[in-house]
């Protein structure tokens, strides 16, 4: 069993930034590949960013390419989001995710550890 934390999430002015955490536990995070994950009001949950689970390859929504950077520090069991250059319409719930089959495509409905969230909210 796997259980995520998120933290970091808030209210940013558009064009700023944001650094969201993910605190695991559990001894088989570090066997997974993990990831985030966000939905908007209204809409589906959809892909962000992963990382494979020995932090070698990442992947990337086109959306967030060359803004959003995911790292993972498995020493600390921790996974980050950094965030910049946010746009108001990224305003969302932010979801960790670990155990992500289908990379690098996974698909909300497989994922296999899901976090609680984190409302993060650009102003224009």
């Known amino acids: 069993q796997v259980q995520l934390v998120e933290s970091g999430g808030g209210l940013v002015q558009a064009g700023g930034s944001l650094r969201l955490s993910c605190a695991a536990s559990?001894?088989?995070?570090?066997?997974?590949?993990t990831g985030w994950f966000r939905q908007a009001p209204g809409k589906e949950r959809e892909f962000v960013a992963a990382m494979s689970w020995n932090g070698i390859s990442t992947y990337y929504a086109d959306s967030v390419k060359g803004r959003f950077t995911i790292s993972r520090d498995n020493a600390k069991n921790t996974v980050y989001l950094q965030m910049n250059s946010l746009k108001p319409e990224e305003t969302a719930v932010y979801y960790c995710?670990?155990?992500?089959?289908?990379?690098?495509?996974?698909?909300?409905?497989?994922?296999?550890?899901w976090g609680q969230g984190t409302q993060v909210t650009v102003s224009s």
């Open positions: 995710a670990a155990d992500l089959p289908g990379l690098p495509n996974p698909l909300p409905g497989n994922v296999g550890y």
């Open positions: 559990g001894r088989t995070f570090s066997r997974y590949a």
